[in-house]
């Protein structure tokens, strides 16, 4: 996240031991050291795009409540499918 972003120009350095799951006190450990340098963030322009889905017909099961949403619709008459138009956009 942008606001947790360490002041400029803040570097971590950072050792990671690897040991061996049948480790024994003869073998030798390998370790890996990285260094990281963290930039301030620049503001800059930001794109934002919508892929339309595919709209199909589907059912909607009455037993699952979470796919209704917060607002309790009233129920249809027994027979009578609980149709509706959806997509998925990304």
Known sequence: MVE???PS???LKQTVS???AAAKDDVARPSVAFSLTVDRPR?????LVLQA???ETCTMP?????LWGPI????????V?????VASHR
């Open 43 to 47: 503001r800059g322009p930001c794109v």
């Open 4 to 6: 947790t972003t360490p």
């Open 53 to 55: 889905g595919h709209f």
């Open 9 to 11: 120009d803040h570097q």
């Open 62 to 66: 009455e037993n699952i409540d979470q």
């Open 81 to 85: 499918p609980n149709t509706c138009i």
């Open 18 to 20: 690897l040991q061996p």
């Open 72 to 79: 309790s619709l009233p129920t249809l008459p027994e027979g």
